[in-house]
C-alpha cells in the first residue's frame, strides 16, 4: 500500500462479460460514494480514467467476466499476484458464464459461424471460470450480482469479517418475501430449490419460474427436481436447456456432464460444411 | 512533437467506455494516413450458441451480451421472433414495453452523460473526482438513473437483465395503482432532466460536422424507440426485414466486431443520438421539443460533441413518454399473446441508446433456432467513427501525442460506443512518418 494512502485500493476489472455485473457496482450509488470516501479506487475503467500511482498492489479486487482468450489467462495471474483479496463478481467469472456453452461447441465452428475470417480471432476453446486458473478468495454469484450481496461483501471486508454468502436456495427467498410457490400455486416450472440464494427471488414473484441464474446451491437436490419439472409439463429438452444456460458449467459439473447435451447443436441444425 | 516527421502514438487504455479497445493513428508528414479502431472485446459467440436453442429464449439470452441495454436486446429479438410466427403485439402490452424501454433510455443515457462524458468537458478523470467538487451535479445524475432503474425495476423485476420480459408479451403486469408512485418519482425526475439538459448545453463544444448518412427507426407520430421502420437521410426508407440488403457487414482484422456499411454507397453512415434527433427531432414530445429548442439545437445535428445535449434531450423525452404512458395505463386482459412457433424467418428493430439494434432467427417448425443475425450499433458505427477521427485528428496534428490521445479518447467517447455489443476499448496507437 502506498505510504500517503491508509486507506484500502478497490479495483474492478472486466475480462469476457456484458458490464452488467460492473453496473451493478456502479448502481451501489450512494453506498459507492460512501465507500470512496473509505477506499481508493485505484482501476475501474469504466468509472474513471484516473490511475492512482502504480499498478498494485489492491486490498480488493472486483473481477467480472470469464476467461476466454490467451490475453485473458494470462491477465488474470497478474490481478491475483497484485490483489490481497480476490473476489469475482457474477456467473461469468465465477462459473464463466453463458459464453462457457463454447466449452460443449466447437470454437473454430463457431467462430466461422460469427467472422467471416475466423483466423484473426484469438480465443481460447473454453470460457472459464476465474478460479480455473488461480485462487479466489470470494465468489458472489448471479447474471447479474445482487447489489445488496455486493455491499454486504464490502462493508465485511472493509470492517475485517468474514463475508457471509448464502448456500441456501432461492425458495427460502420467496418464502421470506412472501410469494407463494409458482410450482404448487400455479404448476409453473422452477429452479428455485436448487438455485442459489442472492437476488431475493425475483422471477417467481412476477409469475415466472427461476431460471437460474445465481447458479447451483451448496449440494442442490436436482436429481429430486427434475421429476418434478418433468410432472409439470416441462418437456426433457427444456429441462436440459435450462440448467445449460447461464450457469452451465457449473451445473453441468453437478450433472456429470448431461447439462452440456442441450448445448450441444443437433448435427442436422449445423451450418452447411461445418464438421459434425 | 511537431518537428518530428515520423509519429506514432499509443494510448493505453481508453477509460469510460462499455468495454475494451485502442486506437491507432498513422501519420506521415501533415497527413493523416491511417486511423484504425482495434476492438479486442473477448468474442462471445452468441450467434453460434443461439442455434438449437428454442425459440422462447433468445430474449433471455441475447440480453447477456450488454449489460447496459438488455431491454433493446430483448425488444429485438422479441420482435423478430414475433415477426417469424405472425405475431405484431399491440395495445397496453406494446405501451409496456416502450415503457420498459424508456427506463433503460434514461438509465444509460444519465450514465453515458454524468458519468462517461460530462468529466470531458469539465476536466475531471471520471464522475468519482467530480463527485469530490461538485457532489450536487452528480446527485443529479444518480438520481436520473435512478427513476430509469425504477421503471425496469417496476416493469421488468430488475435494471439489469430484466426477468419479466418473454416473447408474446410479460410474465406478469402491474396494476394501475402498482405504477402510482413511479408516476411521481418520474415527475420530480422530468425536474432534473430539463436541469441536466441547461448544464450540457453550457458546455464548449469544438467544432466538428460530420457528413455521414443518418440511419435511424421512424415511428410517425412519436420519437422512435422500441420499434419502426427504417429511414435515412439519403432518402432510404425500409423494413426490418430488408435490412441486410441495405446493411452490409464485413469483418476487418483488427476487431471482433464487424465493420457495416450501406448498399450502394461508399460512404460511411451514422446511427444513434444524433441520427435519431436529425432525423426525428419533429416526434419530439413538448417538453423535450421546448427544451432542444432552448439549447439551441435546432432541427438537426452533426456535431459529435454536442451528442451529449441530444442525449440531454432524449431523457427529456423519455421521462415525458414515461408519465404519459402510465397515466394512459389500462392493464391488458392477459400478460402476453400466445405465439405459436413456426418454420419461418423473423426480423426486428429497434432503437438501443447507442442505436439501430437489428436481429434476425430462422425457426424450424418446432421452435428451435436454425440461425441467428445481430448487427449491433457499435459495430455499425465504426467505420463512421474512425472517419470522424481522422478528420479530427488531420485538424490538431500540431498537438503532442500526449494531447492528441487525450481529445482522441474525448472524441470516441462522444459516440458511446458500447463496445461489449460491438465488443472493447483502450489503447491509442500512432505512427508519425
Ligand atoms: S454474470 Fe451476467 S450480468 Fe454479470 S457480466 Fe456476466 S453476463 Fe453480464
Ligand atoms: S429467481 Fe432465479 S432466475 Fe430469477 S433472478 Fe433469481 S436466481 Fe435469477
Same mark, same amino acid.
Given at each position: 500500500m502506498p505510504a500517503d494512502s491508509a486507506r484500502p485500493r478497490l479495483a474492478v476489472w472486466k475480462l469476457a462479460s456484458c458490464d452488467g455485473c460492473q453496473l451493478t457496482v456502479l448502481d451501489c450509488q450512494d453506498e459507492l460514494l460512501a465507500l470512496a470516501g473509505e477506499m481508493d479506487? +485505484?482501476?475501474?475503467t469504466e468509472a474513471t480514467s484516473a490511475e492512482l500511482p502504480g499498478p498494485g498492489p489492491f486490498d480488493v479486487s472486483l473481477v467480472e467476466g470469464s476467461v476466454s482468450t490467451p490475453a485473458d489467462a494470462a491477465r488474470i495471474k497478474q490481478i491475483r499476484a497484485d490483489s490481497r483479496t480476490l473476489v469475482t463478481i457474477g456467473a461469468c467469472a465465477t462459473a464463466g458464464g453463458i459464453q462457457a456453452l463454447r466449452n460443449f461447441g466447437d470454437v473454430a465452428e463457431f467462430a466461422s459461424t460469427v467472422y467471416a /475470417? &475466423?483466423? @484473426?480471432i484469438a480465443a481460447l476453446a473454453t470460457s472459464t471460470p476465474v478460479s480455473s486458473h488461480v485462487p479466489v478468495d470470494f465468489e458472489l454469484p448471479g447474471c447479474p450480482i445482487d447489489k445488496h450481496e455486493l455491499i454486504g461483501l464490502l462493508s465485511a471486508l472493509l470492517a475485517g469479517r468474514e463475508p457471509r454468502i448464502p448456500g441456501h436456495s432461492v425458495c427460502e427467498q420467496c418464502k421470506l418475501r412472501g410469494t407463494a410457490c409458482v410450482m404448487v400455486a400455479r404448476g409453473t416450472p422452477c429452479l428455485g430449490p436448487v438455485t442459489q440464494a442472492g437476488c431475493g427471488a425475483i422471477c417467481p414473484a412476477f409469475g415466472r419460474g427461476c @431460471? =437460474?441464474?445465481? =447458479? &447451483?446451491?451448496? +449440494? $442442490? *437436490?436436482v436429481g429430486a427436481l427434475v421429476p418434478w419439472l418433468g410432472r409439470l409439463g416441462m418437456p426433457d429438452s427444456d429441462i436440459r436447456r435450462v440448467f445449460a444456460t447461464f450457469n452451465v458449467a457449473a451445473f453441468d459439473r453437478l450433472a456429470g456432464g448431461s447439462a452440456a447435451a442441450a448445448a450441444r447443436p443437433e448435427p442436422g441444425r449445423r451450418h452447411p460444411g461445418s464438421g459434425a | 512533437m511537431t518537428h518530428k516527421r515520423e509519429r506514432t502514438l499509443v494510448t493505453a487504455g481508453i477509460a469510460r467506455v462499455e468495454g475494451e479497445g485502442s486506437l491507432y493513428l498513422r501519420v506521415s508528414g501533415d497527413q493523416v494516413d491511417e486511423v484504425r479502431l482495434d476492438i479486442y472485446e473477448p468474442p462471445r459467440f452468441f450467434e453460434a450458441f443461439l442455434r438449437g436453442r428454442s425459440y422462447r429464449e433468445p430474449p433471455d439470452i441475447t440480453a447477456r451480451i450488454c449489460g447496459i441495454c438488455p431491454v433493446a436486446y430483448q425488444t429485438s429479438a422479441a420482435l423478430a421472433i414475433e415477426a417469424a410466427c405472425g405475431v405484431r403485439i399491440d395495445g397496453p402490452i406494446a405501451d409496456l414495453r416502450r415503457l420498459l424501454y424508456c427506463g433503460e433510455w434514461i438509465a444509460s443515457h444519465a450514465l453515458h452523460i454524468y458519468? !462517461?462524458?460530462a468529466p470531458d468537458f469539465l476536466g475531471y478523470p471520471g464522475a468519482i473526482e467530480l463527485a469530490r467538487d461538485q457532489r450536487a451535479i452528480v446527485e443529479r445524475g444518480l438520481k436520473l438513473r435512478r427513476a430509469g432503474n425504477a421503471i425496469m425495476e417496476t416493469i421488468g423485476g430488475r435494471a439489469v437483465h430484466p426477468v419479466n420480459f418473454q416473447v408474446g408479451g410479460f410474465y406478469s403486469v402491474p396494476a394501475r395503482a402498482d405504477l402510482s408512485g413511479l408516476a411521481d418519482q418520474l415527475r420530480a425526475a422530468l425536474d432534473e432532466a430539463l436541469e441536466t439538459v441547461t448544464w450540457v448545453a453550457g458546455f464548449d463544444f469544438p467544432e466538428l460536422t460530420v457528413e455521414h448518412e443518418m440511419l435511424a427507426l421512424s415511428q410517425p407520430g412519436s420519437y422512435p424507440i422500441e420499434s419502426g421502420s427504417v429511414v435515412s437521410s439519403g432518402g432510404r426508407e425500409f423494413a426490418a426485414a430488408e435490412f441486410e440488403r441495405n446493411v452490409i457487414e464485413m469483418q476487418v482484422p483488427h476487431s471482433t466486431a464487424l465493420h457495416a456499411r450501406l448498399a450502394g454507397s461508399e460512404g460511411t453512415y451514422l446511427t444513434g443520438p444524433l441520427a435519431r434527433y436529425t432525423l426525428n #427531432? /419533429?416526434? !419530439? $414530445?413538448p417538453a423535450a421539443a421546448a427544451a432542444a429548442a432552448a439549447a439551441g439545437l =435546432?432541427? #438537426?445535428? /452533426? *456535431? &459529435?460533441? /454536442?451528442s451529449i445535449v441530444v442525449r440531454a434531450v432524449e431523457v427529456v423525452c423519455a421521462i415525458e413518454e414515461a408519465i404519459r404512458i402510465i397515466e394512459a395505463y389500462r392493464p391488458p386482459s392477459r400478460p402476453s399473446v400466445e405465439v405459436a412457433a413456426q418454420a419461418a424467418t423473423g426480423h426486428g428493430v429497434s432503437e438501443a441508446p447507442r442505436g439501430v439494434l437489428y436481429h434476425r432467427y430462422e425457426l424450424d417448425s418446432a421452435g428451435s433456432v436454425v440461425s441467428a443475425r445481430i448487427i449491433p450499433p457499435t459495430s455499425q458505427n465504426q467505420a463512421a467513427i474512425e472517419r470522424d477521427l481522422r478528420q479530427f485528428v488531420q485538424a490538431r496534428l500540431e498537438l503532442t501525442d500526449e494531447q492528441l490521445a487525450g481529445q482522441c479518447e474525448q472524441a470516441i467517447r462522444n459516440y458511446d460506443p458500447c463496445i461489449s455489443c460491438a465488443t472493447h476499448f483502450l489503447d491509442l496507437q500512432v505512427d508519425r512518418t
Open positions: 479506487i +485505484a482501476h475501474f /475470417r &475466423p483466423d @484473426y @431460471y =437460474g441464474c445465481f =447458479g &447451483p446451491m451448496t +449440494a $442442490p *437436490n | 458519468f !462517461l462524458h #427531432s /419533429r416526434w !419530439l $414530445p =435546432g432541427d #438537426s445535428c /452533426r *456535431n &459529435p460533441f /454536442r
